[in-house]
């Protein structure tokens, strides 16, 4: 009876079929070309224009680049080397990218900043990388003591017994703190500020004459180029994130004159355009100050550049505080913790987390905005390509040098955005 | 009463101070440098060199004071200051001197409260076109669109030149003389104006200056020389008779190379009061005698400055002109050592 099916049914499979593979447009290259290039009439019609400007500026750029003249002494011989070709001339970065990154840093010393830099990747690390010991910490508390010893020299003694002004201050709250929590807070703050004013400068002197030990001085003005900008933007930074989340507690705080004080701080900082600030710094402060005292010009356009990048990192924070639920506070009140321990056990590090982007955002844009000082006649990485073109081997160049220019930023602001991506997978809790 | 005594006291003090601070050749003395106010970078004027040391003619009018002051060129902190920031950085006392080609003007003399010690460049406002634009007198640049840098001198100079010849043109604002290099080399712009050297020093970058011409007008004058505060005579005098001394050794062939030969005496009581040999006359405001010898080693004499920074053997290519001496046909002119 097994032929009773053969008569209905023509052919009965009995093997199954081997997988065909899926056909060429629906896989790899082609599928993903056709879904993400070619899907619709508007996309063909976009993809051909940029596939045009895209040719159109290799085209134009490409010969440039691939026909850059490293070795020269000059414009003219880059020209004479290219021979009526159209080229780059980088030669330009060969003769004077020390002084972009150094500026007019004495040649022979050149490892005392690249030996700050260095250091100051391992007084990071700690704080950016949670698997690096925490004894490191210690180095970074020291580091800008460090920092600014290598970089201006001097004597050893000066930093030294600058950083003893905090012990002093911390022994000063040990011994008055049976006397009340106000008091010894203020003595705490006294001290070391009276410490820096009266007993530092003569100490350092007598330990100078005692043990003579020191690096040769380098002065301000031979600063420059890509280290000043991270002198600055490194400074700015790591002193505006402490000084940000201060002024947005003192924002919220109930208490009438430091609610004010930081409003107002904040306001007026926010008000005003940096290179205003910028000029205050340079030009305003020499009126003021008695004549003759020399307050370094970094040093003032340091102090400038943080209170303007914490006054919006204050804000950047507030932000960070105002997205917590109100039960964040109302539990760490039931805890029974007091303000500065809920503060820094639950509010902060909440509020922190979720205001990564805003700060490093931030932190990004003071970065950049370090080139503003150009305008007050330090010189920058732009300020000294000005200089680099006055002179009159180099004078008429002009891409080469911002192409340059562009990149070290780039590297450095792309660096920070990365760690911040890093840092928000790193600190997500919630789980989806 | 006591809060009036201490107000007093600090008034007293303040202007102790002032009068402290009035005699700048002390101050200079006490900290062993000169500082000297620079322009950031201008081709030929001021420019670091590869070493980061500042080369150029308005440097070298810092080198030279320095020399006379402290007998050594090399004491010298400069200080870049930018257009907007020399005058600040003058009264406020943070440079000494000022020599960033700054023209004198009336306002800048009387308003502001400098005194100009003199004139090292007389400069004036020129244009620069195209061969191509068959142009060659600039009153037949009715309707052109020119390059200009914002807020300058040169800005107000055109637009009288212009409205004084009845003319129209379309100004292309830029803001520092490499942009404008890069505009009109782009064509954005038909004509370039700008302080004649500047143009010079601009077109010698080209990579075909044959191709661009420098019109005959010049539509100001641009007398450029180094400032120093109003109020310290003396040391406006030092500057002063400083840059003199540059330029009458030129006129009396004093030169870095026979000057250690004409300074042990000479027939020509000048060079010899010029030189210190005799007369005192660097006692006269508290210098050594031979200060004008120390200036003049430092670089060379006027002629010499010029032609190794912004002279015709170099990129820059500045031929004399009115900066000539004034047995040549030129302007300068040295008042008598006497």
């Excluded at chain 1, 911002?402 to 997978?425: A, K, N, P, T, V």
């Excluded at chain 2, 870095?256 to 010029?274: H, K, M, V, W, Y």
């Excluded at chain 2, 006692?283 to 004008?292: G, H, K, S, V």
């Excluded at chain 2, 006027?302 to 032609?307: K, R």
């Amino acid at each position: 009876m097994s032929d009773t099916h053969a008569e209905t049914v023509a052919f009965v499979r009995d093997t199954m079929l081997p997988p065909e593979p899926p056909p060429v447009t629906e896989i790899g290259a082609v599928r993903w070309v056709r879904e993400n290039l070619f899907s619709g009439w508007l996309n063909v019609l976009l993809t051909l224009g940029a596939v045009y400007v895209i040719v159109w500026l290799l085209a134009h750029i490409g010969p440039w680049l691939l026909n850059s003249v490293w070795n020269a002494g000059s414009l003219a011989e880059c020209r004479q080397i290219l021979d009526g070709a159209t080229g780059a001339c980088f030669a330009v970065i060969r003769d004077r990218g020390q002084q972009l990154l150094y500026g007019f840093y004495p040649a022979n010393l050149y490892w005392r900043p690249n030996l700050a830099l260095l250091l100051m990747v391992v007084a990071l690390a700690p704080l950016l990388f949670p698997r690096v010991p925490r004894r490191v910490l210690w180095f970074s508390a020291v580091y800008p003591a460090v920092a600014y010893w290598l970089l201006w020299g001097g004597s050893v003694w000066f930093p030294v017994s600058v950083l003893l002004g905090f012990p002093a201050g911390y022994l000063a709250w040990r011994v008055m703190r049976p006397a009340g929590a106000i008091l010894s807070g203020i003595v705490a703050v006294l001290v070391p500020l009276l410490w820096w004013a009266v007993v530092a400068g003569p100490l350092a002197g007598l330990l100078q004459s005692i043990v003579p030990l020191g690096l040769r001085p380098v002065r301000s003005d031979q600063f420059g180029g890509f280290m000043l900008s991270i002198i600055i933007g490194v400074t700015g930074i790591a002193l505006s994130l402490p000084l940000g989340i201060v002024l947005a507690l003192g924002r919220r705080s109930d208490m009438f004159l430091i609610k004010t004080l930081s409003v107002g701080f904040i306001e007026f900082i926010r008000g005003v355009p940096l290179i205003t600030l910028l000029f205050t710094a340079s030009l305003l402060l020499n009126y003021f100050l008695p004549p003759g005292t020399n307050f370094d010009i970094i040093l003032r356009v340091i102090i400038m550049v943080t209170l303007f990048a914490a006054a919006y990192m204050a804000e950047v924070i507030r932000g960070g505080l105002a997205a917590l639920p109100r039960g964040q506070y109302e539990a760490a009140d039931a805890l029974g913790l007091d303000y500065w321990k809920a503060q820094r056990l639950v509010i902060m590090p909440q509020a922190l987390k979720v205001s990564i982007p805003g700060i490093v955002n931030t932190f990004i844009g003071l970065f950049k905005d370090t080139t503003l000082v150009v305008f007050i006649g330090l010189l920058d990485p732009i300020g000294l390509s000005n200089s680099i073109r006055a002179d009159t081997n180099w004078n008429g160049i002009y891409w080469e040098l911002f192409i340059f220019i562009g990149l070290l930023f780039f590297i450095f602001c792309f660096g920070m955005s990365r760690y911040s991506q890093h840092l928000e997978r790193r600190l997500k809790t919630d789980h989806h | 009463m006591k809060t009036f005594t201490f107000f007093g006291a600090l008034t007293a003090a303040g202007l102790a101070a002032g009068v402290v601070q009035a005699a700048t050749l002390d101050d200079v003395r006490a900290r062993g440098n000169l500082s000297c106010g620079i322009s950031t970078g201008l081709a030929g004027f001021s420019a670091p060199d590869a070493n980061g040391v500042w080369q150029g003619f308005d440097v070298a009018v810092c080198r030279a004071v320095a020399a006379a002051v402290l007998g050594d060129p090399m004491a010298v902190t400069f200080v870049p200051t930018t257009g907007q920031t020399r005058f600040t950085a003058l009264s406020s006392g943070e440079i000494d001197l000022l020599a960033r080609n700054t023209t004198w003007t009336f306002s800048r003399d009387v308003d502001l409260k400098f005194t100009f010690a003199g004139i090292n460049y007389y400069d004036g406002q020129g244009f620069m076109v195209s061969r191509e634009l068959g142009v060659s007198s600039a009153r037949e640049l009715d309707g052109a669109t020119i390059c200009i840098q914002t807020g300058t001198t040169t800005e107000l100079n055109l637009a009288d030149y212009f409205r004084a010849n009845n003319m129209s043109y379309e100004p292309v604002p830029i803001e520092t003389n490499a942009e404008a290099q890069q505009q009109y080399l782009a064509g954005a712009c038909d004509v370039y104006t700008t302080d004649a050297s500047g143009l010079a020093s601009t077109r010698a970058t080209f990579a075909d200056p044959e191709n661009h011409i420098l019109l005959p007008e010049i539509i100001s004058k641009e007398p450029l020389g180094p400032l120093v505060r109003h109020g310290d005579d003396e040391w406006a005098d030092i500057v002063k008779w400083t840059l003199y001394a540059l330029i009458a050794a030129e006129e009396y062939g004093i030169t870095s190379q026979n000057i250690d030969e004409l300074a042990r005496g000479t027939d020509n009581p000048e060079i010899n009061r010029l030189l210190g040999v005799e007369g005192g006359l660097g006692q006269m405001f508290r210098l050594e005698n031979d200060w004008a010898r120390r200036a003049i080693s430092a670089g060379g004499n006027y002629g010499e400055i010029f032609s190794s920074t912004i002279g015709e053997s170099t990129p820059i290519g500045l031929a004399r002109g009115l900066n000539a001496q004034w047995t040549q046909g030129g302007l300068l002119y040295a008042m008598p050592f006497r």
